[in-house]
């Protein structure tokens, strides 16, 4: 299926792994133009390289520091000179400590807030005016299915992301007049780098082998089987096309069926 993404410019944060790098992917593979960032662009250059041949389009990666302001705005006015305007903007921002509430510190707290919501902030300040300017676009952001159902010893991973989803759910209304379209990906348990992490902090906390602490993980999901980072990735091209043109304000479960409320 043509999703209708050829010459879309795309910038995609914290795309050096993981749910970042296979949202890049299937931009790119769908013929959009991508900027790729992280805090060391070197690390992206093969992976750029690889989407730029895949579609068949240009993809280049960008320094750009989630922690730092000014590395943001720097980043995009970079992209922006690049490519004369942003159409997709998908905020990935990386991952919280895990552990149970009475085991997290104050300055955890302080590090996952200024992790996961400041950089969010940052980046939509950074973007959305010329995003108006050019008469609109996308925004996605990538969370949790923690925003949906709760998940035990990720607290910080859940209210942070929570906060996201709140963010994205105010800006699909105000934006709405803007034909910028905002909307948020929940991914259940994916087969990433960061779901190593979070099974590993399982067997560390729970002192079971790696099996059980993957079952556990997956206890709650139908399908019993993680996703692939390839098909999330393919659901961030699809909420990007016009093939999702009237959705907005939604928080879509890319989970195995883990979260079951309405």
């Given at each position: 299926?043509?999703?209708?993404?050829?010459?879309k410019?795309?910038?995609?944060?914290?795309?050096?792994?993981?749910?970042?790098l296979?949202?890049?992917?299937?931009?790119?593979?769908?013929?959009?133009i991508?900027?790729?960032?992280?805090?060391?662009?070197?690390?992206?250059?093969?992976?750029a390289?690889?989407?730029?041949?895949?579609?068949n389009?240009?993809?280049?990666?960008?320094?750009?520091?989630?922690?730092?302001?000014?590395?943001?705005?720097?980043?995009?006015?970079?992209?922006?000179?690049?490519?004369?305007?942003?159409?997709?903007l998908?905020?990935?921002?990386?991952?919280?400590?895990?552990?149970?509430?009475?085991?997290?510190?104050?300055?955890?707290w302080?590090?996952?807030?200024?992790?996961?919501?400041?950089?969010?902030?940052?980046?939509?300040?950074?973007?959305?005016?010329?995003?108006?300017?050019?008469?609109?676009?996308?925004?996605?952001?990538?969370?949790?299915?923690?925003v949906?159902?709760?998940?035990?010893?990720?607290?910080?991973?859940?209210?942070?992301?929570?906060?996201?989803?709140?963010?994205?759910?105010t800006?699909?209304?105000?934006?709405?007049?803007?034909?910028?379209?905002v909307?948020?990906?929940?991914?259940?348990?994916?087969?990433t780098?960061?779901?190593?992490?979070?099974?590993?902090?399982?067997?560390?906390?729970?002192?079971?082998?790696?099996?059980?602490?993957?079952?556990?993980?997956?206890?709650?999901?139908?399908?019993?089987?993680?996703?692939?980072?390839?098909?999330?990735?393919?659901?961030?091209?699809?909420?990007?096309?016009?093939?999702?043109?009237?959705?907005?304000?939604?928080?879509?479960?890319?989970?195995?069926?883990?979260?079951r409320?309405?």
């Amino acid at each position: 299926m043509d999703l209708g993404l050829r010459g879309k410019r795309a910038l995609v944060t914290a795309a050096s792994r993981g749910l970042g790098l296979a949202s890049a992917r299937a931009l790119g593979e769908e013929g959009a133009i991508v900027a790729l960032t992280a805090r060391n662009a070197s690390r992206l250059e093969a992976s750029a390289k690889e989407i730029a041949a895949a579609g068949n389009t240009d993809a280049f990666a960008i320094d750009l520091d989630l922690s730092d302001p000014a590395s943001i705005r720097s980043g995009v006015e970079r992209a922006l000179a690049r490519m004369g305007a942003i159409d997709i903007l998908v905020v990935n921002t990386g991952g919280t400590d895990a552990g149970p509430f009475l085991s997290l510190s104050r300055d955890q707290w302080v590090e996952a807030i200024n992790g996961t919501v400041m950089p969010a902030v940052d980046v939509l300040h950074a973007v959305l005016p010329s995003m108006k300017a050019n008469g609109g676009g996308r925004v996605i952001f990538i969370t949790t299915v923690g925003v949906k159902v709760i998940q035990p010893s990720m607290v910080l991973s859940n209210a942070t992301r929570l906060a996201i989803t709140a963010i994205a759910k105010t800006l699909s209304v105000e934006l709405a007049a803007d034909n910028i379209l905002v909307n948020s990906i929940c991914p259940g348990p994916i087969d990433t780098d960061r779901m190593i992490d979070l099974v590993n902090a399982t067997v560390a906390e729970r002192h079971v082998s790696q099996e059980e602490a993957e079952s556990i993980w997956l206890d709650e999901v139908p399908l019993r089987r993680m996703g692939s980072a390839r098909d999330f990735g393919r659901m961030v091209a699809v909420l990007a096309s016009d093939a999702a043109s009237f959705v907005t304000g939604a928080a879509l479960a890319v989970d195995g069926g883990k979260s079951r409320a309405y």
